[in-house]
C-alpha cells in the first residue's frame, strides 16, 4: 500500500521527465506543405476554439478566405480578430452554425452560397464528446446528430459549390476512439441504451464510413471533390468539458498530450497536401495513412448508415445520383434541398 502511494505521488513528477521523449513520439505528424492559398476559401466548423482554431488560423496565414463556422458567435468574433492580428489576413469571417439544429446548418448553407462563387476546403471540425443523455434539435442523439448527421446535411448542402471551385477537399475529423464504436441501427439515438463515452466512439466510427461512402459516390461522379478522415490525436482542449474523469486524465498527462496547434497537423495535411487525391477515402493520423477498424471498413454498413442518415435528415439517398452516369452535375440533385 505504501509503494503504490509512492507512485502516485511520484507520477506527475516522473510523468515531467519523461514528457519531452513521450511528446515527440505521440507528436510526429507535421503537415510540410508550403502551399499558399490566395482566391481559395476555406469552411472550419468549431472555429472558435481548439484544434478548429489552429486549422483556421493556418489556413488564413497562407491567404485563404477563411469561415469560422460555430456555435457561438461571439467568442468566434474574438477569435477571428485575433486570427487577423496574428496573420494579417483580414479574410476571416464569421458565421452562425448550429450543429444541433438542421435549421441552423441549413440557414448557414444558404447564406454562404449566396455570399460565395468558390468553396475549396471544408473541415468538419466541431464536435461534442461524452455529453449526459440529451438530444439535438431535431431529436437526434447528441453526439451521433452533431458529429456525424450535422456535418453530413452541411457537407450535402455545400456540394454544389465544391463542385465548380474543384478540386476540392472534404475533412472530417474522427478519432481513434471509433476502435470501440458499432453502428447500432435499432438504437441509432439511445434511446434503448446509452453510455456517453461508447456513444461518441459510435458517432467517430460514423464519421469514417461516411467518410468511406462519400468518397466512393464522388470518385463514380467525377466531381474533382476529394475526402478524407482524420485522427488528431489526444489534444488538450475543450473537447472534454463534459467528463470531469476526462479532465482530470487530461491534467494528469498534460506533459505529453497534443497541443491544438499539433492536432490540428493532420487536418491540415490532408487538406493541402499536393498529390493526395488518390487517397481520397483514406484514415489519416500524424500526416499518414492510417489503420482502422474492421467495423469501419464494412462497406454494407457504410451504405446503410447513409441511406439511414438521408432518410433522417429528409434529403434523397441518391444525392450524388451515380446511376445517371460520370460527370453529372450535382446541382441538378441538391439544389432542390437548399431553404426557399
Not at 140 to 152: I, Q, W
Not at 172 to 197: D, M, P
Not at 271 to 280: H, Q
Request: proline letters at 3%; aromatic letters at 8%.
Amino acid at each position: 500500500m505504501v509503494g503504490v502511494l509512492l507512485l502516485l505521488l511520484l507520477l506527475p513528477f516522473l510523468l515531467y521527465i519523461a514528457a519531452p521523449q513521450i511528446r515527440k513520439m505521440l507528436s510526429s505528424g507535421v503537415c510540410t506543405s508550403t502551399i499558399q492559398l490566395p482566391g481559395k476559401v476555406a469552411v472550419v466548423t468549431g472555429a472558435n476554439t481548439g484544434i478548429g482554431k489552429e486549422t483556421a488560423k493556418e489556413l488564413a496565414r497562407r491567404g485563404a478566405r477563411v469561415y469560422l463556422a460555430c456555435r457561438d458567435v461571439q467568442k468566434g468574433e474574438l477569435v477571428a480578430r485575433e486570427i487577423q492580428m496574428m496573420t494579417g489576413n483580414q479574410q476571416v469571417l464569421v458565421r452562425k452554425l448550429d450543429l444541433a439544429d438542421t435549421k441552423s446548418i441549413r440557414a448557414f448553407a444558404k447564406r454562404f452560397l449566396e455570399e460565395e462563387k468558390h468553396l475549396h476546403i471544408l473541415i468538419n471540425n466541431a464536435g461534442v464528446m461524452m455529453c449526459p443523455y440529451s438530444k439535438t434539435a431535431d431529436g437526434f442523439e447528441m453526439h451521433m446528430g452533431v458529429n456525424h448527421l450535422g456535418h453530413f446535411l452541411l457537407t450535402h448542402l455545400l456540394l454544389e459549390k465544391l463542385e465548380e471551385s474543384a478540386p476540392s477537399r472534404v475533412v472530417n475529423v474522427s478519432s481513434l476512439a471509433h476502435l470501440l464504436g458499432r453502428i447500432h441501427f435499432h438504437n441509432l439515438q439511445g434511446e434503448k441504451f446509452y453510455q456517453s463515452g461508447l456513444a461518441y466512439c459510435h458517432s467517430k466510427l460514423a464519421n469514417i464510413l461516411f467518410t468511406q461512402e462519400l468518397a466512393r459516390r464522388l470518385k463514380a461522379s467525377g466531381s474533382g471533390i476529394t475526402v478524407y478522415s482524420v485522427h488528431p490525436g489526444t489534444v488538450n482542449s475543450e473537447l472534454v468539458r463534459h467528463s470531469a474523469l476526462m479532465r482530470w486524465i487530461w491534467w494528469i498527462f498534460s506533459f505529453f498530450i497534443k497541443t491544438p496547434q499539433q492536432g490540428a497537423q493532420t487536418s491540415l495535411y490532408c487538406a493541402l497536401t499536393e498529390g493526395l487525391e488518390v487517397l481520397s477515402g483514406n484514415h489519416f493520423s500524424d500526416c499518414h495513412v492510417a489503420w482502422v477498424s474492421a467495423q469501419a471498413r464494412n462497406e454494407t454498413v457504410a451504405r446503410r448508415l447513409w441511406d439511414v442518415s438521408c432518410d433522417l435528415l429528409g434529403i434523397p439517398v441518391d444525392w450524388l445520383m451515380m446511376a445517371a452516369g460520370p460527370k453529372r452535375s450535382l446541382k441538378q440533385t441538391t439544389q432542390h434541398t437548399l431553404p426557399k
